[in-house]
């Protein structure tokens, strides 16, 4: 969604709820941590919706063959999305992969007890399969296998539906997809906003 | 202490929901209050989140797992303790506790000001004598020594103040509160409501939920920007730091102090307790401030906690444990998770909009209305459901990829209707805490062992529960189902820990009386879930406020007559 947008939104619903800000005898210090309604939330929002924190982010994971590589999966799994989105979702990938082993250890570090209340919480299979990840090297292999692939329709056809590297790629392609600002536009997304009434079916005749 | 130290009318120990309406209460009637909170302030422009879009964090809203599982391997298995919100729960290295491994429990817990009520679900149904009195009329255990109409009026006072948002709908076992307008159902909802009553002769209802849905108080009505659990910057759902916490701060007569983990209570040489004892949780110094009253509002096990910790020649056992009640009879209500699927009927390429922040319901009807009796187990069950768009997940599902993939997400997006049936836990005196022999919190802290898991009786209303579930997912032919999941939810899990110093007129099994004063120490009081004798099966934190109001009324009157 746009600044702009943002703006008539929240200001729309401003006015809608009625609110006229804190009253004056509410206004007196408080204690930290003790807070009345805010009147600023408008540029909170604002702040929020340009926030990119993967913006200047440098690849620790791959190697430029490979970041540029992943770069051309993503897109034969998305299509016709801009470059801009494509290296952020090639960004986020990369952090989260090169975060994997820390994160497998973090997971068999976990005490006896924590790893039983994950497993009555979650189940057995998700916990092992955190335990086992070996996305790393699903990763490098997949990659390794598609070295010297020249076109993308070429790319297209070595990607083998149902392989580890294809569920792998095509699972973050997607994630990071419609996670993005410009995934969430293709969806038509209309949360995260600022209506004035609840949301609801609003079909005089829906079924 | 310093015999100069200054004598507070009152001391609270915690600033979340109980400690929250005792605090007003109290300062409201005159009296000087200070309140202890163990965690530290929370800042709006620093640790909300509420507007934040996936792309805005680093791991797009999946989170930082390797700072997830390291700090808080506990807190992470809660679904809002997440990329947006994980700020909101205790880290679990510094806060131990332990439990015998066959008997997982899950104890989720918020140390700051306002405690849980930042992501706490706001689900706001009052008590009928259903539960007041379940013993009653089943005879099992012991009823509540209070009755709805003893409650109902600081039900009212509690939903007046706070502003809870639902629909009168006039049944018994639910009473009616004073809400403000209800919020919409969703088209899916709507759907399952025709055939839920139809084919059940049950009611479907919107959610009774401490959101506004018009300006309240001088609160905004909310924006629907459905992320509560994020914090609200329009504090326009119910938390103690917007709500409660402010009223009682206007008064002039309230002082609070945070990142003080109190320990336990000081007692005097006549048995009166004279004040506590907390660690400076920044310096780790041993302070203590002096009271003439002192209310335990630090959650239920928390405030237990400090009671087994507050041990002098006269309490060996901890103040308040003189019989075999305190630590014990805890309970949590228990879920079957993950029953989910999709309504073919409702397939759509046109996206609604979304931002509600709650659910529908099916009240409890099982033991609780003629002609639902069900003898198999006692106590019952309710269902809360919800149904929306599904956002992106189905494209998982859809073979193809690129434009073709992404064409058909746009334009075949599925209705998903999920559904979660949540039971009564019965209070059993074997499931209890007590203070762990050796370990320790961080600033040397007795930590609490925790004992408790669920029996026949909640095994034989899950069975109903599953076959019930089953049965509405059958009505509504959901596709691309998944059941509910065999296994009880963990003990805890639903963050609805009640008892271990609960209420009662006999002072041989029960810690605190009709006014949550301990029978043992008459100016120590226990305000928060702790005091529950049942639990029922709804939420239990509007009940809390209602009790916790009660009780500061009760106080302040005893105080100003000399009694305390």
Request: glycine share 10%; net charge neutral; hydrophobic share 35%.
């Amino acid at each position: 969604m746009i600044s702009r947008r943002w703006v008539l939104q929240l200001g729309a619903g401003t006015v809608l709820s009625g609110f006229h800000g804190w009253a004056e005898e509410q206004s007196a210090p408080l204690p930290p941590g003790v807070y009345g309604p805010s009147l600023n939330h408008l540029g909170h929002a604002l702040q929020a919706a340009n926030a990119r924190p993967l913006a200047e982010y440098r690849p620790r994971f791959f190697d430029a063959r490979e970041y540029a590589l992943i770069q051309r999966v993503f897109r034969v799994f998305l299509g016709d999305v801009s470059g801009d989105t494509i290296r952020e979702i090639a960004n986020w990938a990369d952090l989260t992969l090169a975060n994997s082993l820390a994160v497998r250890d973090a997971a068999r570090a976990l005490s006896p007890a924590e790893r039983a209340l994950a497993v009555a919480y979650y189940g057995t299979a998700p916990v092992q399969a955190l335990e086992s990840d070996d996305s790393v090297r699903v990763m490098r292999d997949g990659l390794r296998s598609l070295i010297g692939v020249e076109t993308d329709s070429a790319l297209a056809e070595a990607l083998q539906e149902g392989t580890p590297f294809y569920n792998l790629a095509r699972r973050a392609a997607i994630d990071g997809y419609y996670t993005s600002r410009e995934g969430l536009k293709d969806l038509n997304y209309k949360g995260n906003a600022m209506y004035a009434e609840s949301p609801g079916c609003a079909h005089p005749i829906h079924f | 202490m310093p015999k100069d130290k200054k004598t507070w009318d009152a001391i609270v120990v915690g600033s979340g929901a109980s400690g929250g309406w005792v605090a007003k209460e109290l300062t409201e009637r005159g009296m000087e209050v200070l309140m202890l909170e163990a965690g530290p302030p929370r800042i709006p422009e620093r640790d909300f989140s509420e507007h934040v879009w996936p792309y805005g964090l680093r791991f797009r809203g999946f989170g930082d797992q390797k700072a997830l599982l390291t700090k808080q391997p506990i807190q992470r298995l809660c679904y809002a303790c997440d990329e947006y919100s994980h700020q909101f729960f205790i880290n679990d290295a510094e806060h131990p506790y332990t439990f015998p491994e066959d008997k997982p429990f899950m104890w989720i817990r918020g140390r700051q000001v306002g405690g849980k009520t930042f992501c706490w679900a706001r689900i706001s149904y009052r008590y009928s004598d259903n539960e007041f009195q379940a013993a009653s009329r089943d005879g099992y255990g012991e009823s509540w020594p209070i009755t709805y109409k003893d409650l109902e009026p600081y039900y009212d006072r509690v939903e007046r103040y706070i502003g809870v948002s639902g629909s009168r709908e006039g049944l018994p076992q639910l009473p009616d509160g004073q809400f403000l307008p209800p919020m919409r159902f969703s088209c899916g909802e709507e759907y399952a409501r025709g055939i839920v009553e139809k084919q059940f002769g049950w009611r479907m209802i919107i959610d009774r939920t401490a959101n506004l849905t018009v300006p309240h108080n001088g609160r905004p009505a909310c924006h629907y920007c459905d992320q509560c659990q994020r914090g609200c910057f329009t504090a326009s759902y119910f938390n103690s730091p917007s709500v409660t916490l402010p009223a009682a701060a206007r008064t002039g007569r309230f002082t609070l102090v945070s990142d003080a983990v109190v320990s336990h209570v000081v007692m005097d040489d006549e048995g009166k307790a004279s004040g506590v004892g907390y660690i400076d949780a920044a310096t780790k110094q041993a302070r203590e401030e002096r009271g003439r009253v002192v209310v335990l509002a630090a959650a239920a096990l928390e405030s237990t906690r400090i009671l087994l910790n507050s041990r002098s020649r006269r309490f060996p056992d901890g103040v308040g444990a003189s019989n075999n009640a305190l630590g014990h009879y805890l309970m949590d209500h228990f879920t079957l998770e993950g029953a989910e699927g999709t309504l073919p009927v409702l397939r759509s390429g046109v996206r609604e909009t979304v931002g509600r922040p709650c659910g529908v319901i099916i009240p409890k009807y099982v033991n609780a209305v003629a002609g639902a009796e069900d003898r198999n187990f006692l106590r019952g069950f309710y269902f809360f459901a919800d149904s929306r768009q599904e956002l992106y997940g189905h494209a998982f599902r859809i073979r193809g990829i690129g434009n073709e993939l992404r064409a058909k997400v746009r334009s075949d997006i599925p209705w998903r209707f999920s559904i979660t049936p949540q039971g009564e836990c019965l209070p059993r005196h074997d499931n209890f805490v007590t203070l762990d022999p050796e370990k320790k919190d961080a600033w040397g802290i007795p930590a609490l062992h925790i004992s408790a898991s669920y029996g026949e009786n909640e095994h034989a209303m899950a069975k109903r529960m599953r076959e019930r579930t089953g049965e509405i997912m059958d009505a509504l032919k959901l596709e691309e189902r998944t059941p509910p999941m065999d296994a009880l939810s963990p003990f805890g899990k639903n963050i609805h820990e009640c008892g271990t110093a609960r209420m009662g007129n006999d002072p041989r099994t029960s810690v605190v009386n009709r006014f949550n004063q301990l029978h043992d120490v008459r100016n120590v009081f226990v305000t928060d879930g702790a005091c529950f004798v049942t639990q029922g099966c709804y939420e239990p934190t509007l009940t809390i406020m209602a009790i916790s109001a009660r009780a500061g009324e009760y106080i302040a009157g005893e105080y100003g007559r000399g009694n305390l």
